[in-house]
């Protein structure tokens, strides 16, 4: 068979196709199934205690009046678990605080009760005795000799690379190409700045929820708000001290994820609490909980400096990284090398050097989020770049045109570009935008009101990690999809059942998708990385072509034809090239397959992405820990162009139109494509100028919605434009990418120099509140 996944995209008219979601129905009638919703014999309902004080010793715990509440059956501490730290990078966290707690909010007891009222009275009287230390919540001063060590035994905790000396680092990265030392002698612009990006909560609309059930042989079967089965079983297994097949996960619908249900949650806590009562356990969050207790993105300090000549071409860039990891270390070890391999943009500059740091705080613990670090890094790329147009008097689209990445470029690191669409994402956008029109002022503004017109440019990856799925021909001749794949809300359940469909010449309703289950589906790292369409949509399509294949033999052998003669319509046939009437139906070949020949017909593919070329050892110069660059997927590009309008006395910003152009190789449903890149905009409208998670000395002051500003239907601008590149990627299935976190990336520059283009004052700290807006208007009427 041929490697190339996009050949035959056209095999049927399913792909491209905007197909309804297959979970429509469900969602829309309020049928669909989520943790919350479901109920087991004799539940019992959970509630977390989580610490006041963002760094302290735990002197002592007195759960005895909790106990005595009746209706209580379970009342745990860190003291009552077993000794299993758990972490991707580092191992360094526990279900439950022992000995210290580390933020504000961290758990610290765990009670399980006939009702929900009586586990949260229970909480209440449960006395805690601490003593209070000094907390750390600004990155720099975590990184001082003389700061409070937040883990003392992080030397101790087991982790995958070579930690930092300094106690409070979680992980060190430096990329240096080039020779940045003495290209600064050759550059006519020199544009340097501080940029600073916040903590943003996940804000999916479910939060963290799980039941938790042991049966009689000491198996744990978890329903959870997941985005991996395989992850949950996997840390869950660990917390517990069980072999993961004692273990089970089950995702049911889940309402969003963001990266925010990466890893594990409160998956661990549940299980324990089943364990200890014998009795199924429901702990679901309250949004305060969750957003105190959980994860979010990384908020941090990045400082950056760009020169180039007076023409336009970069010549070098230095920049450094410092990220706030919050109290554990989660995926920070991760998120830090992405911020700074990302630091270079779409662009070439020769000359590079990039240090980033993910470093402990007394802070809610980071996590992935969309865009996993590449957001921070492009915020302040892409605002320095018009920064430095400005400076050489260049039109800011040209000097990015100019400077964009081509075919067989290398990026940062070596690796090279095997598909070269960022040239073509500029001009997409540039002349969907009107953008020379109204750069120069084209439309006027409301009376006492600025408008401009900001662009971004963006790279990004698609695929990571393994993948496996498995396609059964039925006996009626359906098929069923089994890869474990989670569909946090972004329609992969679609897209996947498309792609069989497409594969194999079925109609939608012919193709079953299993959910994603342990006991029975292949091993799925998670759903993060934009890895679904590309990774594990190749498993998928793989899988769906060794059933044809099998079909064929079957039908060459029944028709006495080559199967090279063989071909497949639509709604389950198989039949030969330019003889209508040689035809079978699937259920024919199912029926041989099973009763006469050879045996059920399974499809199964498992594959690993492994990189085409590696860093290059004589091109970088590497310190430190990262995972990156070798084990990343393909490149993706984007372009996105904001009109704002800023209102002069109080600095508040309007997004009034957006464009978006991005490279997707091949939209295997296109209003599922539009629907990411619109979500995404939308969701990172906030992160430009609503999110910002607030501490006030390590305690957070806005955990509720009605403090925390995320942008609803009234702030969306009225139009966005999603423009598709499409340029098949033959290593995809039908030359398909993900697009799901590049198109957050852009907003935030985009929005910011958009700011400035109205204003002519640059807003380097986001969100750009009104507030900010206002500072940065009046520092620049001040210096004129």
């Given at each position: 068979?041929?490697?190339?996944?996009?050949?035959?995209?056209?095999?049927?008219?399913?792909?491209?196709?905007?197909?309804?979601?297959?979970?429509?129905?469900?969602?829309?009638?309020?049928?669909?199934?989520?943790?919350?919703?479901?109920?087991?014999?004799?539940?019992?309902?959970?509630?977390?205690?989580?610490?006041?004080?963002?760094?302290?010793?735990?002197?002592?715990?007195?759960?005895?009046?909790?106990?005595?509440?009746?209706?209580?059956?379970?009342?745990?501490?860190?003291?009552?678990?077993?000794?299993?730290?758990?972490?991707?990078?580092?191992?360094?966290?526990?279900?439950?605080?022992?000995?210290?707690?580390?933020?504000?909010?961290?758990?610290?007891?765990?009670?399980?009760?006939?009702?929900?009222?009586?586990a949260r009275q229970a909480l209440r009287l449960i006395e805690m005795e601490y003593?209070?230390?000094?907390?750390?919540?600004?990155?720099?001063?975590?990184?001082?000799?003389?700061?409070?060590?937040?883990?003392?035994?992080?030397?101790?905790?087991?982790?995958?690379?070579?930690?930092?000396?300094?106690?409070?680092?979680?992980?060190?990265?430096?990329?240096?190409?080039?020779?940045?030392?003495?290209?600064?002698?050759?550059?006519?612009?020199?544009?340097?700045?501080?940029?600073?990006?916040?903590?943003?909560?996940?804000?999916?609309?479910?939060?963290?929820?799980?039941?938790?059930?042991?049966?009689?042989?000491?198996?744990?079967?978890?329903?959870?708000?997941?985005?991996?089965?395989?992850?949950?079983?996997?840390?869950?297994?660990?917390?517990?001290?069980?072999?993961?097949?004692?273990?089970?996960?089950?995702?049911?619908?889940?309402?969003?994820?963001?990266?925010?249900?990466?890893?594990?949650?409160?998956?661990?806590?549940?299980?324990?609490?089943?364990?200890?009562?014998?009795?199924?356990?429901?702990?679901?969050?309250?949004?305060?909980?969750?957003?105190?207790?959980?994860?979010?993105?990384?908020?941090?300090?990045?400082?950056?400096?760009?020169?180039?000549?007076?023409?336009?071409?970069?010549?070098?860039?230095?920049?450094?990284?410092?990220?706030?990891?919050?109290?554990?270390?989660?995926?920070?070890?991760?998120?830090?090398?992405?911020?700074?391999?990302?630091?270079?943009?779409?662009?070439?500059?020769?000359?590079?050097?990039?240090?980033?740091?993910?470093?402990?705080?007394?802070?809610?613990?980071?996590?992935?989020?969309?865009?996993?670090?590449?957001?921070?890094?492009?915020?302040?790329?892409?605002?320095?770049?018009?920064?430095?147009?400005?400076?050489?008097?260049?039109?800011?689209?040209?000097?990015?045109?100019?400077?964009?990445?081509?075919?067989?470029?290398?990026?940062?690191?070596?690796?090279?570009?095997?598909?070269?669409?960022?040239?073509?994402?500029?001009?997409?956008?540039?002349?969907?935008?009107?953008?020379?029109?109204?750069?120069?002022?084209?439309?006027?503004?409301?009376?006492?009101?600025?408008?401009?017109?900001?662009?971004?440019?963006?790279?990004?990856?698609?695929?990571?990690?393994?993948?496996?799925?498995?396609?059964?021909?039925?006996?009626?001749?359906?098929?069923?999809?089994?890869?474990?794949?989670?569909?946090?809300?972004?329609?992969?359940?679609?897209?996947?059942?498309?792609?069989?469909?497409?594969?194999?010449?079925?109609?939608?309703?012919?193709?079953?998708?299993?959910?994603?289950?342990?006991?029975?589906?292949?091993?799925?790292?998670?759903?993060?990385?934009?890895?679904?369409?590309?990774?594990?949509?190749?498993?998928?399509?793989?899988?769906?072509?060794?059933?044809?294949?099998?079909?064929?033999?079957?039908?060459?052998?029944?028709?006495?034809?080559?199967?090279?003669?063989?071909?497949?319509?639509?709604?389950?046939?198989?039949?030969?090239?330019?003889?209508?009437?040689?035809?079978?139906?699937?259920?024919?070949?199912?029926?041989?397959?099973?009763?006469?020949?050879?045996?059920?017909?399974?499809?199964?593919?498992?594959?690993?992405?492994?990189?085409?070329?590696?860093?290059?050892?004589?091109?970088?110069?590497?310190?430190?820990?990262?995972?990156?660059?070798?084990?990343?997927?393909?490149?993706?590009?984007?372009?996105?162009?904001?009109?704002?309008?800023?209102?002069?006395?109080?600095?508040?910003?309007?997004?009034?139109?957006?464009?978006?152009?991005?490279?997707?190789?091949?939209?295997?449903?296109?209003?599922?494509?539009?629907?990411?890149?619109?979500?995404?905009?939308?969701?990172?409208?906030?992160?430009?100028?609503?999110?910002?998670?607030?501490?006030?000395?390590?305690?957070?002051?806005?955990?509720?919605?009605?403090?925390?500003?995320?942008?609803?239907?009234?702030?969306?601008?009225?139009?966005?434009?999603?423009?598709?590149?499409?340029?098949?990627?033959?290593?995809?299935?039908?030359?398909?990418?993900?697009?799901?976190?590049?198109?957050?990336?852009?907003?935030?520059?985009?929005?910011?120099?958009?700011?400035?283009?109205?204003?002519?004052?640059?807003?380097?700290?986001?969100p750009a509140t009104p507030e900010r807006v206002l500072t940065a208007m009046q520092?620049?009427?001040?210096?004129?």
């Amino acid at each position: 068979m041929s490697t190339n996944m996009a050949e035959n995209q056209q095999i049927n008219p399913i792909i491209g196709a905007s197909v309804p979601r297959i979970e429509g129905p469900e969602k829309a009638t309020g049928r669909a199934v989520y943790t919350d919703d479901i109920t087991r014999p004799g539940m019992l309902h959970a509630a977390l205690l989580g610490s006041h004080y963002p760094h302290a010793r735990i002197l002592s715990i007195d759960t005895s009046r909790a106990k005595a509440l009746p209706g209580v059956k379970a009342v745990l501490t860190g003291a009552d678990l077993p000794l299993n730290y758990i972490g991707m990078f580092i191992k360094d966290q526990l279900p439950l605080a022992r000995d210290k707690v580390c933020y504000s909010g961290e758990p610290v007891a765990a009670v399980a009760a006939v009702d929900l009222a009586t586990a949260r009275q229970a909480l209440r009287l449960i006395e805690m005795e601490y003593e209070e230390l000094e907390p750390v919540t600004d990155v720099e001063e975590a990184l001082e000799p003389d700061a409070p060590v937040i883990h003392e035994k992080r030397d101790e905790y087991p982790t995958m690379y070579e930690l930092p000396e300094e106690p409070n680092a979680i992980c060190f990265t430096e990329f240096m190409e080039g020779d940045p030392n003495t290209a600064w002698d050759k550059c006519d612009a020199i544009v340097e700045d501080e940029y600073l990006v916040p903590a943003q909560y996940h804000m999916y609309m479910e939060p963290s929820s799980t039941v938790a059930e042991v049966d009689g042989s000491g198996k744990v079967t978890l329903w959870s708000s997941t985005q991996g089965v395989a992850r949950s079983q996997m840390y869950t297994a660990l917390a517990l001290g069980l072999p993961m097949s004692k273990v089970r996960v089950i995702a049911p619908r889940i309402g969003g994820g963001f990266g925010g249900k990466c890893e594990f949650t409160n998956q661990p806590i549940t299980a324990l609490l089943a364990q200890a009562t014998g009795r199924p356990v429901k702990l679901t969050f309250s949004r305060e909980d969750d957003m105190t207790m959980m994860k979010r993105r990384h908020g941090g300090k990045i400082y950056m400096k760009t020169g180039a000549k007076k023409d336009g071409t970069l010549v070098a860039r230095d920049c450094r990284i410092i990220l706030d990891g919050g109290a554990y270390a989660d995926e920070s070890p991760e998120v830090s090398p992405v911020a700074a391999f990302f630091s270079q943009g779409p662009y070439r500059i020769p000359n590079m050097r990039v240090e980033a740091w993910s470093v402990y705080t007394n802070l809610s613990r980071a996590s992935a989020f969309r865009g996993f670090g590449n957001p921070q890094a492009t915020f302040a790329s892409e605002s320095q770049l018009d920064d430095l147009a400005d400076q050489l008097g260049m039109d800011p689209l040209e000097l990015r045109l100019n400077n964009a990445l081509e075919q067989d470029d290398k990026f940062f690191c070596g690796k090279t570009i095997e598909k070269a669409t960022m040239r073509a994402c500029l001009e997409k956008v540039r002349d969907a935008s009107g953008w020379a029109a109204k750069r120069s002022g084209g439309r006027p503004a409301a009376p006492g009101k600025k408008r401009g017109i900001g662009m971004a440019g963006m790279s990004h990856i698609s695929g990571l990690a393994g993948a496996g799925a498995n396609v059964l021909l039925n006996e009626d001749g359906s098929v069923t999809l089994n890869c474990g794949a989670v569909d946090i809300g972004q329609g992969s359940d679609t897209i996947f059942t498309q792609i069989v469909a497409g594969a194999l010449a079925l109609d939608m309703d012919q193709v079953n998708f299993a959910a994603p289950d342990t006991d029975s589906s292949p091993y799925q790292f998670q759903t993060s990385a934009s890895r679904n369409t590309y990774t594990i949509g190749r498993a998928v399509k793989k899988a769906s072509d060794d059933v044809r294949d099998q079909i064929y033999r079957h039908a060459g052998e029944i028709l006495e034809c080559d199967t090279n003669d063989l071909e497949l319509r639509q709604g389950g046939v198989v039949g030969v090239k330019g003889v209508p009437d040689a035809a079978l139906p699937f259920i024919a070949i199912a029926g041989r397959a099973l009763w006469q020949e050879g045996g059920p017909i399974m499809g199964t593919h498992n594959w690993l992405y492994t990189p085409q070329d590696r860093m290059d050892p004589k091109r970088m110069l590497l310190r430190g820990f990262a995972l990156m660059p070798d084990g990343i997927g393909i490149f993706t590009f984007g372009a996105q162009v904001a009109e704002v309008e800023v209102d002069e006395v109080t600095g508040q910003v309007e997004v009034l139109e957006y464009w978006a152009a991005h490279d997707v190789g091949k939209a295997i449903n296109k209003t599922s494509v539009e629907g990411q890149i619109e979500g995404g905009i939308v969701q990172m409208l906030g992160y430009a100028l609503t999110e910002e998670m607030l501490w006030d000395n390590g305690r957070m002051i806005n955990p509720t919605m009605m403090d925390y500003k995320i942008p609803g239907m009234a702030d969306a601008p009225y139009k966005i434009h999603s423009l598709l590149i499409e340029e098949a990627e033959e290593s995809a299935p039908f030359g398909a990418k993900g697009v799901g976190e590049i198109c957050a990336v852009g907003p935030a520059p985009a929005i910011a120099n958009a700011i400035k283009n109205a204003v002519g004052a640059r807003v380097a700290q986001i969100p750009a509140t009104p507030e900010r807006v206002l500072t940065a208007m009046q520092s620049a009427d001040d210096a004129d």
